[in-house]
C-alpha cells in the first residue's frame, strides 16, 4: 500500500502525513514516512531544483517507493509531485496506489510559507520554485483530494476522513 499526498510547499502534505503513519501504525507495524524535503536531504539534493532535478527525485522517489511495496512495506508519501507520468507509474507499479491531493489556493500556501519560497521567488531570490515559476499541474485522476475548506477543520479531522477512504481503496492488484 502507498498513499501518495501530492500538494504544493505550505498545503500540509508533512502534517497530514506524519499523523496518517502514526494513525496508520495501530493497524500495520510496517509503515514509513518518506517525506520529499527529508529524502533531497538524504540523497545529499544532489539533482537540485530544475525540472531536470525534480524529474531525478520524482523517479528516485517512486523507485524506492516501488522497492518497499516488493518487501511488503507500506508507504505514506509526502511529495510534491509534478510529475503526471510518474503518477501514472505508481498507479501502474505499486501493488496498491491511492493518491490523495491536497488542493490549497495560492493565496493560503503564500501565508503558510513557513520556508519563505514563494516570497523569495517573488522578489527573484530564488528561482525553480513550484507554483511561481514552475508549473503545478493538477493532477490527472486523484483518489481523494482534501480542499482548502477541509483543512480548516484541525488535522486530526481530515486525517480521520483520509482513514474512513482508505478500506473503500485499498485492494491489493492481483
Excluded at 13 to 21: F, H, P
Excluded at 26 to 33: E, G, K, L, M
Excluded at 95 to 107: A, K, N, R, T, V
Excluded at 142 to 170: F, R
Amino acid at each position: 500500500m502507498i498513499i501518495w499526498l501530492i500538494g504544493m510547499s505550505g498545503s500540509g502534505k508533512t502534517t497530514l502525513g506524519e499523523l496518517l503513519v502514526k494513525k496508520l501504525r495501530s493497524q500495520y507495524n510496517n509503515i514509513v514516512f518518506l517525506d520529499g524535503d527529508i529524502m533531497r536531504k538524504l540523497w545529499g539534493d544532489s539533482p537540485g531544483h530544475d525540472i531536470a532535478g525534480r524529474h531525478i527525485n520524482a523517479q528516485r522517489i517512486s523507485h524506492l517507493c516501488k522497492f518497499l511495496d516488493t518487501q511488503n512495506i507500506h508507504v505514506v508519501a509526502a511529495v510534491l509531485s509534478i510529475f503526471p507520468e510518474w503518477q501514472r507509474w505508481n498507479r501502474e507499479h505499486f501493488s496498491s496506489y491511492f493518491e490523495i491531493f491536497l488542493d490549497i489556493g495560492m493565496d493560503t500556501l503564500k501565508k503558510r510559507d513557513t520556508k519563505n519560497l514563494y516570497k523569495q521567488a517573488e522578489k527573484g531570490l530564488l528561482c525553480n520554485v513550484v507554483g511561481i515559476d514552475i508549473k503545478f499541474p493538477t493532477p490527472e485522476n486523484p483518489d481523494m483530494i482534501v480542499t482548502e475548506e477541509m483543512q480548516k477543520n484541525s488535522p486530526e479531522l481530515v486525517v480521520n476522513y483520509i482513514m474512513e477512504q482508505l478500506p473503500k481503496n485499498l485492494e491489493q492488484k492481483e
